[in-house]
């Protein structure tokens, strides 16, 4: 999909009168530790970023170059996150939703003032939530502001990952993020879990622990 094009969900709903279009994406549902964590992004109409895109594609670096860039522009963000204990006690699915919908209403602009979309944008779920909304498959692939919450979702949960691996430094959390990488298992198989990992995602690992 060309960059232009990558506002063409939002330009149908400006078409429509609807003007503060939150944007939401997630990061950190599939990972053995951590919270999950989600974005929920407004942007000027018609702002087109040169190089966002799907978090996923991006080098760190450029994460981090364009997350400033998304901060300075934007005309508000919202961070929502729900801890390893609660996506125990429910599950991925649901917490993903709770952090969903704790972006929303966390929305605020620079100056901290709380602001209310009028429609939202989401990667491919759906909210029981009372604003108009459209889940929109691959939405980080398709739709500029979707790809814009994505990055700044990732920069926040990677340097929350940092501030965990100072707290628990048996288990690289930099270099991996929480994902399920070898190293991260074979030290989780060495030390057992730590107060942040997912109980409910070692099961297979915590059994093959020597």
Same mark, same amino acid.
């Given at each position: ?13 400006? /078409?429509?009168? *609807?003007?503060?279009?939150? %944007?939401?994406?997630? @990061? ?6 951590? =919270? @999950?964590? &989600? ?8 702002? $087109? ?18 997350? #400033? ?13 729900? =801890? ?10 649901? %917490? ?12 605020? #602009? ?7 979309? =009028?429609? @939202? $944008?989401? =990667?491919?779920?759906? $909210? ?11 939405? #980080? ?5 979707? &790809? &814009? &919450? ?7 949960? /990677? ?8 707290? *628990?430094? #048996? *288990? ?6 929480? *994902? ?13 879990? %730590? $107060? ?15």
């Amino acid at each position: 999909m060309g960059a232009n094009n990558m506002l063409e969900f939002e330009r149908e709903l400006w /078409d429509k009168g *609807y003007r503060n279009i939150a %944007c939401i994406d997630e @990061v950190g549902r599939g990972c053995l530790a951590g =919270d @999950v964590v &989600a974005c929920a992004i407004i942007l000027p109409m018609e702002l $087109l970023i040169e190089g966002v895109k799907d978090s996923k594609k991006l080098t760190p670096k450029k994460r981090e170059t364009l997350y #400033d860039v998304i901060t300075e522009n934007a005309v508000a963000i919202g961070i929502g996150s729900v =801890d390893p204990k609660t996506i125990d006690e429910l599950n991925i699915k649901e %917490c993903t939703l709770i952090a969903m919908k704790k972006a929303i209403e966390a929305l605020k #602009d620079k100056d901290g003032n709380p602001v209310t979309p =009028d429609f @939202v $944008l989401i =990667d491919a779920e759906k $909210l029981a939530i009372d604003i108009p909304q459209k889940s929109i498959i691959k939405g #980080d692939e398709k739709c500029h502001g979707i &790809a &814009a &919450a994505s990055i700044i979702a990732k920069v926040y949960r /990677d340097r929350k990952c940092g501030e965990w691996a100072k707290k *628990y430094p #048996d *288990y690289s959390f930099e270099k991996h993020k929480g *994902y399920g990488t070898k190293v991260h298992i074979d030290a989780i198989k060495k030390y057992g879990p %730590c $107060l942040i990992h997912r109980e409910s995602f070692l099961k297979k690992i915590i059994g093959a622990r020597k």
